[in-house]
């Protein structure tokens, strides 16, 4: 697809999906596969920030001149730019990534105020509380969001109007806010978004044959992702919650409710650079027809 002969990851994916498996269960065990392999490619900026997180927790010298969460955000700024030099992703997506950076840095300067969580280790690079490098984890989100719509050509049916999706992200990301004096409206915002999207599928296309899934269901199991990794970077001290810091425990799965919404504002702000376009694709890509 013409929009993906800027990676590097185009010439891979052209060969892959060029290999035909014998027909039956070996078709199947291949496009899974193949759908692994894609999954993979789209979480390589926050796989790598997640395992040097972790490495870091367990191995980082004590002693070290420089701080833990220093080397973090230096290693993170300097997998954005090997991924750009290398052809790895699109100046597009690192557009998305920045704008996550300072949506997400703002939000944890607020959330550390209130002592929603907190970074218990010192550093330089940071912005009162945060260190620099957690906008790089609200970045992660939004670099799996903008590689993975293009890796499988998202197409949707009855998508909303975007102004709409617009406004109810703004509300929700104001709601993280405004909870904290104002009464919570997390219910009627979920009752929105189904309300909103309860009706729409998303199409995407792993290998040869078009495949949908509720845009809801979507969402939902990318929380799940996301909630797993935020244990696991809990677990490294990354950040913590106040029932963390005596010893870790597991996140409560209450927290996957906040992670849906943030889910759904990562997905509202990727789609102003990715126009959603309509319906399911015919067999020479096209799409064929508002309704799927």
Same mark, same amino acid.
């Given at each position: 697809?013409?929009?993906?002969?800027?990676?590097?990851?185009?010439?891979?994916?052209?060969?892959l999906?060029?290999?035909?498996?014998?027909?039956?269960?070996?078709?199947?065990?291949?496009?899974?596969?193949?759908?692994?392999? !894609?999954? @993979?490619?789209?979480?390589?900026?926050?796989?790598?920030?997640?395992?040097?997180?972790?490495?870091?927790?367990?191995?980082?010298?004590?002693?070290?001149?420089?701080?833990?969460?220093?080397?973090?955000?230096?290693? @993170?700024?300097?997998?954005?730019?090997?991924?750009?030099?290398?052809r790895?992703?699109?100046?597009d997506? @690192?557009?998305?990534i920045l704008?996550?950076?300072?949506?997400?840095?703002?939000?944890?300067?607020? !959330?550390?105020?209130?002592?929603?969580?907190?970074?218990?280790?010192p550093?330089?690079?940071?912005?009162?509380?945060?260190?620099?490098?957690?906008?790089?984890?609200?970045?992660?989100?939004?670099?799996y969001?903008?590689?993975?719509?293009?890796?499988?050509?998202?197409?949707?049916?009855r998508?909303?109007?975007?102004?709409?999706?617009?406004?109810?992200a703004?509300?929700?990301?104001?709601?993280?806010?405004?909870?904290?004096?104002?009464?919570?409206?997390?219910?009627?915002?979920?009752?929105?978004?189904?309300?909103?999207?309860?009706r729409?599928?998303?199409?995407?296309?792993?290998?040869?044959?078009?495949?949908?899934?509720?845009?809801?269901?979507?969402?939902?199991?990318?929380?799940?992702?996301?909630?797993?990794?935020?244990?696991?970077?809990?677990?490294?001290?990354?950040?913590?919650?106040?029932?963390?810091?005596?010893?870790?425990?597991?996140?409560?799965?209450? !927290?996957?409710?906040?992670?849906?919404?943030?889910?759904?504002?990562?997905?509202?702000?990727?789609? @102003?650079?990715?126009?959603?376009?309509?319906?399911?694709?015919?067999?020479?890509?096209?799409?064929?027809?508002?309704?799927?």
């Open positions: 697809m013409p929009q993906q002969r800027h990676t590097r990851f185009a010439a891979a994916r052209a060969r999906e060029g290999y035909t498996p014998p027909l039956g269960w070996r078709s199947w065990i291949y496009e899974f596969l193949l759908f692994g392999f !894609k999954q @993979a490619w789209a979480c390589l900026f926050g796989a790598v920030l997640l395992a040097l997180l972790l490495g870091t927790h367990l191995w980082y010298p004590a002693s070290a001149s420089l701080a833990r969460y220093d080397f973090l955000t230096i290693a @993170a700024l300097c997998i954005q730019i090997a991924m750009l030099a290398m790895l992703e699109t100046r997506e @690192a557009g998305v704008t996550f950076h300072l949506v997400g840095t703002m939000m944890e300067l607020f !959330k550390t105020s209130v002592g929603s969580w907190e970074y218990p280790e550093g330089v690079l940071r912005v009162g509380n945060v260190p620099l490098f957690s906008g790089f984890m609200y970045a992660a989100v939004g670099s969001i903008a590689r993975i719509w293009r890796i499988f050509d998202f197409r949707f049916s998508y909303p109007a975007f102004a709409i999706t617009v406004a109810l703004g509300a929700i990301y104001a709601n993280f806010f405004t909870h904290h004096w104002l009464p919570d409206i997390r219910i009627v915002l979920f009752a929105a978004m189904i309300i909103l999207f309860g729409t599928r998303i199409w995407f296309r792993v290998w040869r044959d078009d495949r949908w899934m509720p845009l809801l269901v979507g969402w939902f199991l990318v929380a799940v992702f996301i909630w797993f990794a935020e244990n696991l970077a809990t677990f490294a001290r990354a950040w913590i919650y106040p029932s963390q810091r005596t010893d870790w425990t597991m996140v409560h799965p209450g !927290k996957l409710g906040a992670w849906y919404l943030l889910m759904y504002i990562s997905f509202v702000m990727v789609s @102003a650079m990715h126009r959603p376009l309509a319906g399911r694709h015919t067999a020479i890509g096209r799409p064929d027809g508002p309704h799927g």
